[in-house]
C-alpha cells in the first residue's frame, strides 16, 4: 500500500518536474514546480518525515515559490521563445552529460554494494515514540550548533545582500522604491 | 517498507532534469527554478538515506539546505531584479557581460 502510494507520488512528481522543463511560461513553470514540491512532500510523509514535509510546504511552496511568481510579476516578462530548438554543439553535449550522470547515479544506487542498511538508532518506532520535532531540536543544539550559529550569519549576510542590491542607485525623489 | 534504491533513483531523475533544465532553457528565471529542482532532488535523496540508515542526520542535513535555499532564491531574485532593471532582458544568451 504504501509502496503504491510512493509510485503514484513518483510518477506526479517526474510528470510535474518534467512540465517545469517544457513549459513555455515562467508562470505555468512556476505552478508546475509548486505542484513538485507538493508531490514531494507527500513522499516525504511516507518515509516518515512529517516535519520536513510540513516545512517543505511552508517555506517552498508557501515562501520561496510566492517569491518567484511576484518576481515574474514584476518583471512582467512575454513567454519564452520555443527553446531547444538548435541542436548546437554545446547542447547535444549538455544532454550526453546529464544523461552520463542520471545513468552513473542510478547504476551507484542500484547497485548491490551499496550497504544502507540501519546503522543509527533511530529506527521509525523510536521516532514516533519520542517526536522528531524534539529529536531534531536537540540535535540542532548539540551535535548542530555550529552549522546553527553559520546558518544565523548566512541570514543575516542574506538580508545585507538583498537590500544593498535591490536599493536604487542615486536619488529617488518619488521615493516609491520598488 | 519503500526500497531505498527507488529513492534515489527518483531523486537521480529529478536532479537530472534540474541539470537538463539549467542547460537548455534560456529564461534566468526558469534556470533559476531548475536549480530549486536540484536542490529539492538532492533533499529527497538525504531523506531516503536517512530512511534507509534509520538516521537523524541527513534530516539535519535537509534543514540546512532548506536555509540555504531560501537565502540564495531571495539573492538569486534580487540580482535577477538588478540585471531585468539594467539590460531589460532576462535572456541568459543575452547577458554576456562577464564572458572572456
Known sequence: MELIFFYVF???AVGAALSVLLFRSPVYCALALVGTL???AAIFILLNQEFLAAIQILIYAGAIMVL???VIMLLNLRSDRPFAVQWSLPKIVGAGVSIGILAQMIMVFISPDARIGPQDVYSP?????EGAMEIIGGMLFTDFVLPFEVISVLLMVAVIGVVILAK???HDPAGDGE | MIPVSHVLSL???LFTIGVTGVIIRRNAIVVFMCIEL????VNLGFIGFAYGMQSMVGVMFVFFVLIVAAAEAVIGLSIILAIFRNKGTLNIDELNLLRW
Open chain 1, 125 to 129: 518506532e523510536r521516532i514516533a515514540d
Open chain 1, 38 to 40: 507538493g508531490f514531494l
Open chain 1, 68 to 70: 518567484f511568481l511576484f
Open chain 2, 11 to 13: 531523486s537521480a531523475i
Open chain 1, 10 to 12: 513518483a510518477v506526479l
Open chain 1, 168 to 170: 536604487r542607485r542615486g
Open chain 2, 38 to 41: 536540484m536542490l529539492n532532488a
